[in-house]
């Protein structure tokens, strides 16, 4: 049961980091939070100590915690990875469909992608959007067909799998993550797998700007 609600409140504080409900600059209690979720201290406790080894957050000894403060370091690992693993997983993906029209990892990304242009509306909670945007880059990992890289969905080390990053004020839209988007598929269905690299590349790149 101890388990069942640390896994509760994990799942729970993850909704309320891609929500924005938790925001920069702010320092939250686990006693405040725990009454909000309706749960005790504990699974809170729990939930807050994986978040901070995943370095989503940041525990403040005695106070609370936070989001956690990216360094330049992680900034470049995330540069890196979004290079190195997206970035040979969409030339192979272009490279396929030269042959394969019907891809069925394209056909779900061009059904995201038209999901993502109906959720770029302020009015659409930004979780909704961005589950749209992880399940967009889930489908280039997956598209390798290798359990290793399918795997590493998982990974802390994409930029996609920080919304908060995308809620920092630093202009970062909606609209340009998903123009991003849109260029690499299209660079992918025209079999064009230089520039589907080089649409990840510029997509990192943006990314890299807004921490």
Do not use: W
């Amino acid at each position: 049961m101890s388990m069942l609600l640390k896994d509760e409140a994990y799942n729970k504080l993850i909704r309320k980091i891609n929500n924005g409900e938790l925001v920069y600059e702010k320092t939250y209690s686990l006693n405040v939070l725990a009454a909000e979720m309706e749960m005790s201290r504990t699974p809170i406790r729990e939930a807050v100590q994986k978040l901070c080894d995943e370095k989503r957050l940041d525990m403040m000894p005695s106070v609370g915690f936070r989001l956690h403060y990216i360094t330049p370091e992680e900034i470049l690992h995330h540069y890196h990875f979004s290079n190195a693993i997206e970035g040979y997983c969409v030339r192979c993906l272009a490279q396929k469909y030269q042959t394969d029209k019907r891809n069925k990892y394209v056909r779900r990304m061009k059904h995201l992608l038209l999901d993502m242009e109906e959720a770029l509306s302020e009015d659409v909670p930004f979780g909704d959007y961005f589950e749209l945007d992880q399940q967009f880059h889930a489908e280039i990992l997956d598209s390798l067909e290798d359990s290793y890289f399918s795997e590493l969905k998982s990974s802390p080390m994409g930029f996609y799998s920080h919304p908060e990053l995308q809620l920092t004020g630093k202009e970062l839209s909606r609209k340009a993550v998903y123009d991003c988007h849109k260029k690499i598929l299209d660079a992918i269905c025209a079999g064009d797998s230089t520039g589907a690299y080089d649409a990840m590349e510029e997509h990192a790149k943006m990314m890299l700007k807004a921490c």
